[in-house]
């Protein structure tokens, strides 16, 4: 699914040359001030990861009906574009061309961050079109110094001192197995968590799996004979689910820990029992936010189901990017990224957030969550002493 990073940037390098080449697409979604105005979506919808990047198109349509309800921006109306990028960095540079050959105004999405690393090189080649990220956590994503990438959610040097503080100082782990499965964000966060682990004073041992797999039961044995306190999982959740089971089915009692990308409900149905007492560290939930509560009411009822965990940091991709149209008074890509540079206290369904110099979203929030019951629980967070308490 995902390439190691240093591989996806040259790779990624090299597809925006050769876009670039081809000429620069229009960056207004139409000249008629009547049409609608296209906000692209970049998500995985097939293979793997499609029901996380289904919940995201989910999360923007209802961003949209939202704008549109409420007499849309500059007189029209919001349109979702979707594609599928697949998770992986041809398919999605093919997507991200899709989108700038359908003429978007913006784009919010981004999943896997292997997928939005091209992704951006060519939006970024084609006029600087803004791309506000709803799910892709790597940093290297606004830091390669572009004036058009924003993020609605945290990074992965954000999460990983997270991670660690909670491992080191409310588990008392003193051995750790950090295990990623190659990808960019797997990677990212492992190495992010690592490293903050060895400021608590704990080595921890890193170990790789290949995604796509049915049978890891070979790398829990080589896991459980290191007799680790926590393992923690960097991956996605297609692979925490199997881990979960199968570390059950062997016997194997460690502490099961997983990054934002294992909080999905595949991994529930996936294990069943044997996720009981799993913790996840992420983002907030729009269930655990209490500015989101009609918003959870509103998905359910749409969707019959309730929001994934990505879907609400989506509505908020599309409502910022939407705000700086407004602001703007303008489709012109150079003025909605400076409107966007200059978004200050944005009242989001996930909080009040604004951007910083490169593009993050600031504050970033992060609590860990537990199955209890075959059921994510809000579980603990920080408070504002450097204490961990239960969330509220």
Known sequence: MARRYSWILAAAGAMSLLVAGCGSATTSSSSSSSAPIKIGVPVPLSGSYASAGEDIVDGAKLAAAKINGSGGVLGRKIQIVP????CDAQTATQAAQNLVSQNVTAVAGGYCSSASLPELQV?????????????????????????????????????GPFAANFIANYLHAKKVVVMDDNSTYAVGLQQDTVKALKSYGITATVQHL??????????????????????????????MGLLLKQAHQLGYTFQMMGGDATNSPTVLSTAGSAANNFIVTTAPLAQFLGTAKSYVTQYTQKYGQAPGPYSVYEYDAVSVVAQAIKNAGSTKASKINAALSKIHDFKGLTGTFSFNKIGDRTPAVYITL???????????????????????
Do not use: C, M
Not at 139 to 156: K, S, W
């Open 123 to 159: 939006f970024h080649s084609q006029g600087d079109l803004p791309f506000v990220l709803d799910a892709s956590t790597n940093p290297q994503l606004t830091e390669l110094g572009y004036n058009d990438v924003f993020r609605t959610i945290g990074r992965d040097d954000e999460q």
């Open 210 to 239: 290949t995604p796509g797999q049915s049978d890891y039961t070979s790398v829990l044995t080589q896991i459980n004979q290191l007799h680790p306190d926590v393992l923690y999982y960097t991956g996605y959740f297609t692979e």
């Open 370 to 392: 537990r199955v209890v019951n075959g059921k994510f629980t809000a579980y603990k967070e920080l408070n504002d002493a450097g204490q961990w308490v239960s969330v509220h």
């Open 83 to 86: 594609v599928d990028d697949a």
